[in-house]
């Protein structure tokens, strides 16, 4: 017995094992246990009965039953990652709803009934913050619930000054950085269990959006009382896309098509963080994506449940700051893996 085969001996036997254990656990994974458990045997079997090899790649069409080996290690492999990407998304998922409980937990906790509540999300935006909260009060909109989303300048400092003066200001924190999906996800499981309001409307901090586009969805919803979801697009003939940079208009239009063949959306800006929500839609509406990917997420189960939704122009301010905030190309690349990978092997 040569050094190669007590490898597969003993590789086998460790597989084995492990298919056991899966066995004993409370969560039983049939899927798991049959693969690890065929594995050890084939690598037992293999070890004493080279002959099957050489059957076995016959029935493939390999010239070589070694090749058995090969194909199938590189087949476990991508297996064993796909299964170790998903238990480090489980771990992700469990410690962001930690830190959301805990936001939701130390703030204060109110029962509000508004027609219409905006709901910020914030992350390290302390030079235009200010002005883009004052903008929502000067237009006329006080019921705001702000989650600042473990901020490193002086965001929750000027979320608390503004909560001091106004009253109707909910101020939540995340100890630690999850990203816009978490973010959002915060906002929503507040309102969802303390405020009653016939409308939630998302809004960045960053100053792109213009808050007296918000007169416009009151039209859209009169005249199309079955809506629960309006997006705002950037790309119905508005100023904002004459003046949108070259490369993000074709990141944006790439994510269009890839949303549209995943999805079937018929969305002309499926990335676009200004929406409005009735209360029905957010009661369905479970994000369980902490990053960027949660907008291809919302999509997909607005589509999955049947919800109502549809789009009306809006006008994005585009400044130095919010370009030079903008997130990389190579994010695209991720949020479109992390939407493949949600959809196919969650």
Sequence with gaps: MNLLEVFFIISGLIIFILALDIARKEKFNALHFFIFLLIGWGLLVFTFFPGVLGFVGKIFGLQRGADVLVYGSIVFLIYFVLLLLSKVESNKHSITKTVRELAIMSSEKYSYKWDLVFLVRVYNEAPVLKRTLHGIFD???????????GSTDDS???IKKFQKKHSHIIALRHSQNRGWGAALETGFEYIRRYIIADFVVSFDADGQHNVDDIEKFNSAFINHPELEVIFWSRFFGSQAQETMPLMRKIILT????FTRIISWAKLTDSHNGYRVFRSSAIEKIH???DSM????EIIEQIMQKKIPHGEIPV???YTDYSLAK????????????????SKFFK
Excluded: E, M, P
Excluded at 139 to 149: E, F, L, P, R, S
Excluded at 293 to 296: E, Q
């Design 139 to 149: 237009a006329g909109y006080t019921n705001i619930v702000i989650v600042d989303d």
């Design 293 to 296: 990917a949660y907008a291809s």
């Design 326 to 341: 903008w997130q990389k190309s190579s994010n695209a690349i991720f949020i479109a893996f992390h939407t493949i990978w």
């Design 287 to 289: 994000l369980t994506a």
């Design 156 to 158: 929750w400092k000027i």
């Design 315 to 317: 006008n994005i301010i």
């Design 254 to 257: 790439l994510g269009r098509i």
